[in-house]
């Protein structure tokens, strides 16, 4: 059945592509959305995930009504795989768990628990809410987000190849946006800044996400552009809405992309062409000028001397040489910002620019407090945690941030956030929730290092040492923002949540 997968996801690519040019009418996104459907529906259940995994970036927004156009093809498809997981049970597995609720809750593991205290926070958080409705969406909202994690975690316990066929095919969109990301800006020196505009905000996000995001990107603002002055460089953004969550995704991808460039943990056996991959999606990630991923970066060094340490006073050796050797490729991440200088100095969408300072400006203003965004958003959260204080249990109601600013409610989805994801969740769902949400954070990195330290199955020891970089390393950014709640992101961090808290099953083959 593998065989058809590559064909379908082929025949996908090609009609995203030609929806988002413009080359097909929007109403084609209906009948690719059928079309998947139809074959989550008929293919084998672990083929519907990974296709589901490749298509992440990928999914449309469907064209319900003229005035109802973002509803995303990945909600259709994520309900599917689910009903069809749920189906597929056991019917006793199904009786138990309707006449004994209580008894099959006690069998959860902590972070199972865990999750579903998170869940009935939110729940309660609505009674909160200053406007109930976008509450109750918002809780929806991350109940479909949360679906194809469900039955992932079910199928990786189940089965160990499974999860390795997982892992290697998060590398493919990961890959693919880190080139349509380069792509992106090689497409500025041949426009202007009108035709840019034109192109990927009138054209291709309003075929991709529908007509109520394009007007948003197009008329209130986007992230799509770094100003110093009269200059203007591009801040790659990719197939994403924001240039925010284009970079979680490609840290957030890389592991898998180590899994497939990484042929043996052995110098002598280590090169392997697709290496050239890696390199290439820490530029894209440099090249969307998102200065948080850039600082966060400095975090994730720290944290890996840290886990050196720690294998040095566990006496875990190998492991030791192992997160070294693989985290070495950092190095990678800052020599590029030497190849990404002159291209934020080049004269993008047509104009010159007055000085080749663009980038050095950029990164010294990471520190300076007086700059705009810096000082906007130190308001942001000084308001964030006053709400905090006056409302400490459940916030202000999930999906109501926009009150702690006091702004109007419809901005919610024009980016109103606390720019910190961590304030975020405390002030609108109060401090309970935070303090699961952080012990959660605490499971996932604990289980990455466990899985590090007992797993022999290369493929695991490799994506679990990389997810203890790059995991920390979105953490740490999520201190500038909360830009994970955009759903491609937060579904990439589902799926690697389950591939790091499934219980890893033992494995004959050794590292060599």
């Known amino acids: 059945m593998r065989k058809y997968l590559n064909l379908i996801f082929v025949l996908e690519l090609a009609a995203f592509v030609l929806i988002v040019l413009g080359v097909l009418p929007r109403t084609a996104a209906i009948w690719l959305a059928l079309f998947l459907a139809g074959y989550a529906i008929w ?7 990974l296709l589901f995994i490749r298509s992440l970036p990928f999914f449309i927004a469907i064209p319900v009504t003229a005035t109802f156009d973002n509803f995303n093809t990945w909600r259709i498809i994520s309900a599917i795989l689910f009903l069809k997981w749920f189906w597929e049970k056991p019917a006793d597995e199904i009786i138990m768990l309707v006449k004994h609720p209580i008894t099959q809750f006690r069998k959860l593991n902590l972070y199972s628990v865990l999750l579903v205290f998170i869940l009935l926070v939110a729940i309660l ?63 500025t020196y041949f426009m202007d800044i009108y035709q840019f505009m034109a192109l990927w905000g009138e054209g291709i996000q309003c075929r991709q996400f529908g007509a109520e995001w394009c007007n948003i990107a197009v008329r209130v603002g986007n992230t799509w552009l770094a100003y110093f002055g009269d200059q203007l460089s591009l801040r790659v953004f990719s197939l994403f809405p924001d240039s925010h969550s284009f970079p979680i995704f490609l840290l957030l991808g890389l592991p898998s992309v180590f899994v497939i460039a ?34 966060a970066g400095m975090g994730a060094v720290l944290f890996i001397l840290c886990l050196a340490i720690l294998l040095k006073i566990k006496e875990k050796t190998e492991q030791k040489k192992i997160v070294i050797y693989l985290s070495s490729c950092l190095i990678l991440f800052f020599l590029l910002f030497a190849a990404a200088f002159p291209i934020f100095s080049s004269p993008q969408f047509l104009v010159s620019k007055g000085n ?19 000082s906007q958003r130190i308001e942001i959260w000084k308001k964030s945690l006053v709400s905090i204080v006056k409302h400490p249990l459940l916030g202000v109601g999930i999906g109501n941030f926009p009150v702690v600013l006091k702004q109007d ?45 007992e797993s022999r199955n290369q493929t695991l020891v490799v994506y679990n040492a990389t997810a203890l970089i790059f995991i ?40 060599e």
């Open 409 to 453: 409610l419809r901005l919610a989805k024009a980016g109103s956030s606390a720019h910190n994801l961590y304030l975020q969740i405390a002030a609108e769902m109060g401090i309970p929730a935070l303090f699961l949400s952080l012990w959660f954070f605490w499971i996932l990195i604990r289980n990455a290092y466990q899985n590090l330290i």
């Open 43 to 49: 293919a084998p259940l672990e083929d519907g995930i």
């Open 262 to 295: 990484i042929k043996k943990l052995s110098p002598k056996k280590f090169i392997n062409l697709k290496i050239i991959f890696i390199p290439l999606i820490f530029l894209a990630a440099i090249l969307s000028g998102t200065r948080g991923i850039w600082a």
């Open 125 to 187: 958080s609505i009674t909160q809410a200053e406007n109930y409705l976008l509450a109750v969406k918002r809780v929806l909202y991350f109940t479909n987000l949360s679906l194809i994690g469900i039955v992932a975690y079910d199928l990786f316990n189940k089965k160990e190849q499974f999860r390795e066929n997982i892992i290697k095919n998060l590398a493919i969109p990961t890959i693919i946006v880190a080139i349509v990301g380069l792509a992106q800006v090689v497409s």
């Open 356 to 374: 080749s300072l663009i980038l050095r400006n950029r990164i010294k203003s990471i520190i300076d407090f007086g700059e705009t965004s810096n």
């Open 472 to 511: 920390p390393w979105v953490l740490l950014y999520l201190l500038t923002d909360a830009a994970i709640f955009d759903e491609r992101a937060f579904l990439i961090f589902t799926i690697i949540a389950v591939i790091v808290l499934a219980s890893p099953k033992a494995s004959a083959r050794r590292i």
